[in-house]
């Protein structure tokens, strides 16, 4: 089992939690450590699990607590571990609230083997996924938040060269240990220039982020 991703599964469909299952085999590079039906129930988990967590796979529509509250709660615990959201066609309304709740990914039920098995990757690893059938969805509900867009280009403006640099590679899904070895710098270095673009573009992740940087012109989502 030594070097595989631990994954939390969290849906209260258990034919949904079985194909997971199957899909993220450790044949692949997984291994789950749990299945939750609701999101009090990945809580409970995550806290009395006595292994790291790398990845939550969490359902957004569930009975009991929903996966934007978990995925909130998620975020305040110490060293919390990443969250990728399983969307549905019909998850429209709750996209934005996923993302200002700290998810790190997005991807639909209905993707690809190929697409879950990366996109679960890349979040355990530190990086961000938009899936790109749900990324117009999730502009769509970023540009409903007309406060936040108001003030958008001034915040952009602050951003050094390097900043943005690290920006564009943020979009991209990758990783801090990715961006440093592309742009031939420290990983130190990369998480403080990170750290930097949150405060000065005011989101408080790499998804936000993302988000942004789509809307701005300033990195184009994948086809």
Not at 4 to 21: F, H, I, M, T
Not at 25 to 42: H, K, M, N, R
Not at 107 to 124: P, Y
Not at 210 to 220: D, K, L, M, Q
Request: proline share 4%; aromatic share 4%.
């Amino acid at each position: 089992m030594t070097g595989l991703l631990r994954v939390l599964l969290v849906d209260d469909q258990p034919l949904v939690r079985a194909g997971l299952q199957r899909l993220l085999s450790p044949a692949d590079g997984f291994t789950i450590v749990g299945e939750c039906s609701d999101g009090a129930e990945a809580l409970a988990v995550l806290t009395a699990l006595d292994v790291p967590v790398d990845v939550v796979c969490m359902d957004v529509r569930m009975r009991g607590m929903d996966g934007v509250e978990a995925t909130r709660r998620i975020g305040e615990l110490d060293d919390s571990p990443p969250v990728l959201v399983l969307t549905t066609f019909d998850d429209d309304e709750i996209l934005w609230g996923a993302v200002e709740a700290g998810a790190a990914g997005f991807i639909l039920k209905d993707a690809s083997a190929e697409d879950l098995i990366r996109a679960t990757r890349c979040v355990a690893q530190g990086g961000s996924w938009l899936d790109p059938q749900v990324t117009p969805r999730v502009l769509d509900a970023y540009r409903r938040q007309g406060t936040v867009r108001q003030r958008s280009g001034a915040r952009l403006d602050q951003l050094t060269a390097r900043e943005l640099d690290v920006l564009v590679h943020m979009a991209t899904g990758a990783t801090n240990a990715e961006i440093a070895d592309a742009l031939h710098v420290s990983e130190a270095t990369v998480k403080s220039h990170v750290g930097n673009v949150f405060m000065k573009l005011e989101v408080r992740d790499r998804a936000a982020a993302i988000v942004f940087a789509f809307e701005h012109g300033v990195a184009t989502p994948r086809p």
